[in-house]
């Protein structure tokens, strides 16, 4: 059996022994890591380690490439070359740490119940001369357009991933809603839960007390309106909990155009596209190399006919990226 003795990079970041390990020897199982850490096959710098130890640069880890059965093994995807082209096209900006795309409304991000291609299935595409393949660094509602951070290396995802967790990943979305909020400027702290039904699941907003709830936080302004039913709305997400400004918007009474989802009362216009108003539209965040960047994706065909149709300024497209020191 080869025994492998590899150095870690920089570029490998604060990853886990086992992620890493697999990244060496894609099919190799969780499993065989544990066995392998327990009997004291894989050491770190010559010393028995856990599958969950975080690894450092420089460290050297010792491993031995454990034959696969590749028949039993799991099959990578196949990648559809439509929409690995496509994906090359959506990207706005781009450096030797991440990407950034301008993702279309009605593409999935990752895999679940009936979907067969999403983003997260074809990464490979933008993987280029690189070792590693580029990973998802948070996600978007399938109809919801705009900006989706990609990293290109585990340093770089470790480093984006903790600025989304963090207040210094500023995030700003774009909606128009049916109805114009009141007051035009304010903050919605009201929890969200999931709650599965027969027929898939929902989510609803909570009260405080409710210990499966998760504390959501929404800040917005109303940037114009048409009378006193479409409004265009920034949103300031504080937090990142999934449909949280679907949810919040429609809970203030002013649901999301297009939303079928949430917005009960009218969710679709005579004159306007049936798809959703939601688009992600900057990120002002700090760049793992330092300084920071800031990211801002032009809107969509769809989102760009409503503003047209209600006299909203369409912002000029020129100013789609730019960074900051």
Same mark, same amino acid.
């Given at each position: 059996?080869?025994?492998?003795?590899?150095?870690?990079?920089?570029?490998? $970041?604060?990853?886990?022994?086992?992620? #890493?390990?697999?990244?060496?020897?894609?099919?190799? !199982?969780?499993?065989?890591?544990?066995?392998?850490?327990?009997?004291?096959?894989?050491?770190?710098?010559?010393?028995?380690? %856990?599958?969950a130890t975080h690894l450092k640069e420089g460290e050297i880890v010792r491993f031995p490439m454990v034959e696969i059965d590749h028949e039993k093994a799991k099959q990578p995807q196949q990648i559809d070359p439509k929409l690995a082209k496509q994906l090359k096209e959506w990207i706005i900006y781009q450096d030797d740490d991440l990407f950034v795309i301008n993702k279309p409304s009605g593409?999935?991000? %990752?895999? $679940?119940?009936?979907?067969?291609?999403?983003?997260?299935?074809?990464?490979?595409? +933008?993987?280029?001369? *690189?070792?590693?393949?580029?990973?998802?660094?948070?996600?978007?509602?399938?109809?919801?357009?705009?900006?989706?951070?990609?990293?290109?290396?585990?340093?770089?995802?470790?480093?984006? @991933?903790?600025?989304?967790? *963090?207040?210094?990943?500023?995030?700003?979305? #774009?909606?128009?809603?049916?109805?114009?909020?009141?007051?035009?400027?304010?903050?919605?702290? +009201?929890?969200?839960?999931?709650?599965?039904?027969?027929?898939?699941?929902?989510?609803? @907003?909570?009260?405080?007390?409710?210990?499966? @709830?998760?504390?959501?936080? !929404?800040?917005?302004?109303?940037?114009?309106?048409? @009378?006193?039913?479409?409004?265009?709305?920034?949103?300031?997400?504080? !937090?990142?909990?999934?449909?949280?400004?679907?949810?919040?918007?429609?809970?203030?009474?002013?649901?999301?155009? $297009?939303?079928?989802?949430?917005?009960?009362?009218?969710?679709?216009?005579?004159?306007?596209? %049936?798809?959703?108003?939601?688009?992600?539209? %900057?990120?002002?965040?700090?760049?793992?190399?330092?300084?920071?960047? +800031?990211?801002?994706?032009?809107?969509?065909?769809?989102?760009?006919?409503?503003?047209?149709?209600?006299?909203?300024?369409?912002?000029?497209?020129?100013?789609?990226?730019?960074?900051?020191?």
């Amino acid at each position: 059996m080869k025994i492998l003795h590899i150095s870690i990079l920089k570029e490998d $970041g604060d990853v886990r022994l086992d992620r #890493w390990i697999k990244r060496q020897n894609p099919n190799i !199982t969780q499993g065989i890591i544990q066995k392998l850490c327990r009997t004291g096959q894989i050491r770190v710098d010559g010393k028995r380690v %856990q599958a969950a130890t975080h690894l450092k640069e420089g460290e050297i880890v010792r491993f031995p490439m454990v034959e696969i059965d590749h028949e039993k093994a799991k099959q990578p995807q196949q990648i559809d070359p439509k929409l690995a082209k496509q994906l090359k096209e959506w990207i706005i900006y781009q450096d030797d740490d991440l990407f950034v795309i301008n993702k279309p409304s009605g593409i999935a991000v %990752q895999g $679940g119940s009936n979907v067969t291609n999403h983003i997260d299935g074809i990464l490979e595409a +933008l993987q280029f001369d *690189s070792k590693y393949r580029p990973s998802l660094v948070h996600r978007l509602d399938k109809d919801t357009s705009g900006l989706l951070l990609i990293a290109r290396h585990p340093a770089a995802a470790a480093k984006l @991933a903790a600025a989304f967790r *963090s207040r210094d990943m500023k995030k700003v979305y #774009w909606a128009i809603t049916t109805r114009r909020p009141s007051p035009l400027s304010g903050r919605i702290d +009201l929890p969200l839960l999931k709650v599965e039904y027969q027929n898939g699941s929902h989510i609803e @907003a909570a009260d405080a007390k409710n210990k499966e @709830a998760q504390r959501a936080i !929404t800040e917005y302004e109303v940037k114009d309106f048409a @009378a006193r039913k479409l409004a265009l709305v920034e949103l300031y997400p504080l !937090t990142g909990r999934m449909h949280q400004l679907r949810v919040h918007c429609a809970e203030m009474k002013a649901p999301i155009l $297009g939303d079928k989802k949430y917005n009960k009362e009218m969710p679709y216009m005579d004159g306007f596209s %049936q798809k959703l108003h939601l688009h992600a539209r %900057q990120l002002d965040m700090p760049h793992p190399s330092g300084g920071r960047l +800031l990211v801002e994706a032009p809107l969509p065909q769809h989102m760009k006919e409503t503003f047209e149709h209600l006299g909203f300024v369409v912002p000029s497209e020129k100013s789609a990226v730019r960074t900051k020191k």
